[in-house]
């Protein structure tokens, strides 16, 4: 719920802010809760991308970030890491 507030926030202050919408959206995807929000950032972040192509690949990288933390191979080297 705080996300969620966190990220209102975030859109009435700082509306052109996208990096701080990624991090709030990587976290939705990693917990799997409050999937409406996660939707409505997924759908700014993709409207961000349109508008700059700097945005555009910035965003697209991010999107493929998230991706990337799902896979098995990751997993298995951040398990595996000293602490």
């Known amino acids: 719920e705080r996300l969620g507030e966190i990220w209102e926030t975030q859109q009435a202050e700082h509306p052109g802010d996208w990096l701080l919408s990624m991090e709030i959206f990587e976290i939705l995807d990693t917990t799997s809760q409050q ?20 945005l555009s690949t910035l965003i697209s990288w991010g999107f493929r970030l998230v ?9 298995a080297t951040l398990h595996a890491s000293p602490k």
């Open 35 to 54: 999937p409406e929000l996660k939707a409505r950032i997924e759908k700014f972040l993709n409207e961000k991308k349109g508008t700059t192509k700097d």
């Open 67 to 75: 991706e990337y933390h799902k896979k098995p191979e990751y997993q």
